[in-house]
Nanobody, 120 residues
Framework: QVQLAESGGGLVQAGGSLRLSCAASGRTLSSYCMGWFRQAPGKEREIVAS????????YYADSVKGRFIISRDNAKNTVYLQMNGLKPEDTAVYYC?????????????WGQGTQVTVSS
């Protein structure tokens, strides 16, 4: 079973950038399709981006397309979310999650989350 730990959150002004990291332990990251999710206060958790095991295919929510970039370094057992052009509405707790399958995607493993706050 894989354990996930996010880092890199913080407070940033609108228009700024942050890079989130998700470090995996227990199993190699290459075994998993990975996703980044976020949950803002009073809202449901939503997917932000995902990346297949090989890194060949990515998905982005419309709200972050063109601003966020998901990537993975399987050798370092780490997935990243580069967030540029941040907006106050990006404020949320960000979670990384892992799915055993690239095709029947079910995120069974979750990190604890990292807070991202964007001030206007």
């Amino acid at each position: 079973q894989v354990q996930l730990a996010e880092s890199g959150g913080g407070l940033v002004q609108a228009g700024g950038s942050l890079r989130l990291s998700c470090a995996a332990s227990g199993r190699t990251l290459s075994s998993y399709c990975m996703g980044w999710f976020r949950q803002a206060p009073g809202k449901e958790r939503e997917i932000v981006a995902s990346i297949k095991k090989s890194g060949s295919t990515t998905y982005y929510a419309d709200s972050v397309k063109g601003r966020f970039i998901i990537s993975r370094d399987n050798a370092k057992n780490t997935v990243y979310l580069q967030m540029n052009g941040l907006k106050p509405e990006d404020t949320a707790v960000y979670y990384c999650a892992a799915s055993d399958s690239d095709y029947v995607v079910k995120y069974n493993y979750w990190g604890q989350g990292t807070q991202v706050t964007v001030s206007s």
